[in-house]
């Protein structure tokens, strides 16, 4: 099992930057993808980055060339920077860890956080 912990939402205006981060214990499998995803009122949960063990990252491309997406593997740890933010932005942001377990792919879930950008 994984158990995820985040930190670093809060309100911030039009502009302004937020870090979030994620720290994972538990049993971390060899492989695995971590995540942010993010679900704003009236819309579905969409992610909104992705990064593979091995540093590899995707974006959604309402965010690409604002958040960065990092991980320090030896703390466990996933990392969203977040700059240039949008009233668009806002929602509550969850983080996921993607774990491979006996040949399957299995998700687990932080509580969320809100992160607000509003002036």
């Known amino acids: 099992q994984v158990q995820l912990v985040e930190s670093g939402g809060g309100l911030v205006q039009p502009g302004g930057s937020l870090r979030l981060s994620c720290a994972a214990s538990?049993?971390?499998?060899?492989?695995?993808?971590m995540a942010w995803y993010r679900q704003a009122p009236g819309k579905q949960r969409e992610l909104v980055a992705q990064?593979?063990?091995?540093?590899?990252?995707n974006y959604a491309d309402s965010v690409k060339d604002r958040f960065a997406i990092s991980r320090d593997n030896a703390k466990n740890t996933v990392y969203l920077q977040m700059n240039n933010l949008k009233p668009e932005d806002t929602a509550v942001y969850y983080c996921?860890?993607?774990?491979?377990?006996?040949?399957?792919?299995?998700?687990?879930w932080g509580q969320g956080t809100q992160v607000t950008v509003s002036s």
């Open positions: 538990g049993t971390i499998s060899s492989f695995n993808t």
């Open positions: 990064v593979t063990s091995g540093g590899g990252a």
């Open positions: 996921n860890t993607r774990q491979f377990y006996d040949l399957n792919w299995r998700d687990y």
